[in-house]
Each structure stands twice: as C-alpha cells, then as structure tokens.
C-alpha cells in the first residue's frame, strides 16, 4: 500500500520552500503528521479555470492522478477580493469535484508576508505601524524601506528565511485573520484524513 502524503499548491516562486517550512510547523501544531510533498507552482490558483493553463480545478485534477495523494492544501495570496466570501465560493466549486482526499482552501490576505508582521523584532526588522495586520498592501515594499541603501526585500531570496523566523505563538497571539485560516484548514485536514470529497472551508 503507498503511503500518503499531502500536496501543496502554491502561486510565488518564493513561497515553495517557505510554504512548506510553515505548513510543516503548523501541521505539527494541529496534530497533522502526515509527510508533506514539495509544493507545486500552479498559475492561476485564483480562478477555477485558468484561460490558458492552471486554474484550481486542472490542480486539483492533477493531485487526483497522484497515488499518494492523502490530502490538499492549495494556498494562495489574495490581495483585493474578501476571503470570507471568496474562500467558500471555490470550496463549493471544488466538493464538485469528489476527490478522494480531504482538501483545504486558504487565502493568505493581503499577502503571504502578512505572516512575519507580529514576528517582526525576531528578524530585525522595527515594529509594524499600521492599525491592521490585513487592511495595507505593500508589506514587500515597507520590508525593503527598512533595509539599507541598495538592499531590497526579495521573496526568492528572503521568504524562506524569515519564514523560518516565524514564532508561531507570537504569531497566534497576535489573531492575524488568515492565519487562524490555515491553522483550521490544516486542523480539518487532519481531523478528515481519508475521509473524501470533504473541503474546508466548510
């Protein structure tokens, strides 16, 4: 029998080695111990169909032809749209589908580096002084005015690192919206594992 593995689909070429370093932490946490795949870089994980190629149901067909396939997660920035409404649109359009496989749909608002703000003193960085974790764009641009002069924040090449920064209590404590979405979605999967055709959000 093959032993099962969850896949994680991602959008940034950044986020592959990051997100995989966070989901792995965060599984532990929820009691999630299943061994998880090297993410995959999916284009357009913000539509169902993509126009030309991805697009969320092509992934999730993808990890259905994949015979280790124990669960899902795809996870994806979301800059504008509200994931309270978006995240359970395509929750809907994914039971559609029936894998055989517990999955999870997370949005990450309005960007992945959302994550490191209430962990900032860790990395160096000064104190985040905006009134929301989630209300400003522009999280990568505020990171590279707070380096020196000729120095820019670069996903490909620091996410990973302060990713590993990351304290998830501080970060927890601090009640950073989409993380308790992935917290619960990892939750989910854990508490539904082998159970099919099951999505979160629910």
């Known amino acids: 029998m093959t032993a099962k593995k969850g896949y994680l689909l991602v959008e940034g070429h950044?986020?592959?080695?990051a997100a995989q370093n966070?989901?792995?932490r965060v599984?532990?946490?929820?009691?999630?111990?299943?061994?998880?795949s090297k993410p995959l870089r999916w284009p357009?994980?913000?539509?169902?169909?993509?126009?030309?190629?991805?697009g969320i149901k092509a992934g999730a067909e993808l990890i259905r032809s994949k015979p280790d396939a124990g669960a899902l997660l795809?996870?994806?920035?979301?800059?504008?749209?509200?994931p309270k409404q978006l995240a359970p649109e395509m929750a809907q359009?994914?039971?559609?589908?029936?894998?055989?496989?517990?999955t999870a749909y997370v949005l990450l608002h309005r960007e992945y580096e959302v994550l490191f703000l209430p962990c900032l003193s860790k990395m160096g960085f000064p104190a985040w002084d905006k009134d929301s974790w989630e209300a400003h764009r522009g999280i990568k641009e505020?990171?590279?005015?707070?380096?020196?002069?000729?120095?820019?924040?670069?996903?490909?090449?620091s996410q990973l690192a302060m990713t590993q920064k990351i304290d998830l209590d501080m970060l927890r404590a601090?009640?950073?919206p989409c993380f308790g979405s992935l917290e619960r979605g990892l939750a989910f999967l854990a508490a539904h594992l082998a159970q099919p055709g099951l999505v979160y959000p629910i």
Do not use: M
Request: glycine share 8%.
């Open 44 to 54: 357009n994980l913000h539509q169902w169909q993509g126009r030309r190629t991805g």
């Open 22 to 24: 966070l989901v792995v």
């Open 27 to 36: 599984s532990q946490t929820v009691g999630l111990y299943l061994p998880w």
């Open 142 to 157: 505020w990171l590279s005015a707070q380096l020196p002069k000729g120095r820019a924040y670069k996903p490909s090449v």
């Open 14 to 17: 950044g986020e592959v080695e």
């Open 74 to 82: 795809i996870l994806r920035d979301e800059d504008d749209r509200c």
């Open 174 to 176: 601090a009640d950073v």
């Open 93 to 102: 359009q994914l039971r559609t589908l029936n894998l055989p496989f517990p």
